[in-house]
């Protein structure tokens, strides 16, 4: 039961903030309503939400048991100089409608995105991945190269087994006594048979170290937990369960290992790290460190969610990002 836990306690992680202060006061922009749809993918229909105007970024959400709603409406704020295209991933949220979870695979997932690039008529587009969605978009830009313009990771988590155990010892040493009341909410039977309240509960020790501000964190316990009463027990257990096997394709291999292929990827990359992030900023820059020509940005106090907590700081690195890039490209034409 305890690796077993922990195994799930890191998956999460790999997953919303009461502003504070002049600058973070930024507010939702005013922008065209969201455009919300259905992308048939075999026997599943994909929830899809496409939202703003610009250069056009597939949003890959984090848990892997999650769906987009914990990022809601805080990264709306790119929408009024990206076009944000949403999608919640197979099994998950409003995409678990006819899956088996058993039918979920790393490869299921990889194909689905490449799905939903097409739906949008992309030849080629920029994936904006957060957490546990940063190791979707690398194992897609792994395999479909010619397909990924640009990378930007927010808060990554581990791309190898070996960083999942840095991650794995900073996370218990910071939880200490909580990890034990974790394990006694996630066995009692009103967790595992999927209740809201007890599954809200866990989660505030989860993330407790996540969030650099209390009030942060009170904001995204609020967000998660409608997003737990939205799901219901059923959909909660079917996501539960399409994380235990998507953990059976990659970190509960002790092979497991992203880093030295990420050497080949000739894409333009940005990696975003918090310095209050409970993954240690180490295991973005092993990240960074491993991509061609990758940019490491390291968000001052901010924590795991740094759309949310940081959204003016994070808004300038990606615009940053796209100039430099652009900038760059051109330099080479001439």
């Not at 990659?250 to 000739?266: E, F």
């Amino acid at each position: 039961m305890r690796s077993r836990l922990l195994a799930a306690s890191i998956a999460a992680t790999i997953i919303a903030a009461s502003p504070q202060g002049p600058v973070r006061a930024l507010q939702t922009p005013v922008t065209s309503p969201p455009r919300e749809g259905r992308i048939a993918i075999g026997g599943a229909l994909l929830y899809s939400r496409d939202i703003g105007r610009g250069q056009a970024l597939i949003v890959l959400h984090g848990g892997p048991d999650f769906d987009t709603s914990y990022l809601l409406p805080d990264l709306d704020r790119l929408a009024d100089g990206y076009r944000l295209l949403y999608y919640d991933q197979r099994g998950r949220g409003r995409s678990a409608d006819g899956v088996r979870p058993e039918d979920v695979t790393m490869a299921t997932d990889v194909d689905d995105l490449d799905k939903v690039r097409q739906h949008f008529q992309s030849q080629s587009t920029a994936l904006l991945a957060h957490s546990w969605g940063a190791v979707l978009a690398l194992e897609y830009a792994l395999g479909h190269s010619e397909h990924v313009s640009h990378l930007i990771l927010m808060n990554p988590a581990p791309a190898s087994t070996s960083d999942l155990r840095v991650f794995r010892k900073s996370y218990l040493e910071r939880l200490g006594a909580d990890m034990d009341r974790q394990r006694a909410i996630s066995a009692s039977a009103a967790y595992q048979a999927g209740d809201p309240e007890a599954v809200a509960a866990r989660y505030r020790l989860h993330f407790k170290f996540a969030l650099a501000r209390p009030g942060d964190y009170e904001r995204l316990m609020a967000t998660m937990k409608a997003a737990f009463v939205r799901q219901g027990n059923d959909g909660i257990v079917k996501a539960r369960a399409v994380e235990d096997r998507l953990m059976r394709d990659t970190w509960q291999v002790d092979s497991y290992d992203l880093l030295p292929r990420l050497r080949t990827l000739k894409i333009p990359t940005l990696v975003i790290a918090g310095d209050h992030d409970f993954i240690p900023v180490e295991i973005a820059a092993h990240v960074a460190a491993a991509i061609p020509d990758a940019r490491l940005v390291t968000l001052e106090n901010c924590g795991h969610f740094a759309y949310l907590e940081c959204p003016t700081d994070l808004r300038t690195a990606v615009d940053q990002f796209f100039r430099q890039t652009a900038s760059a490209i051109a330099k080479r034409r001439h």
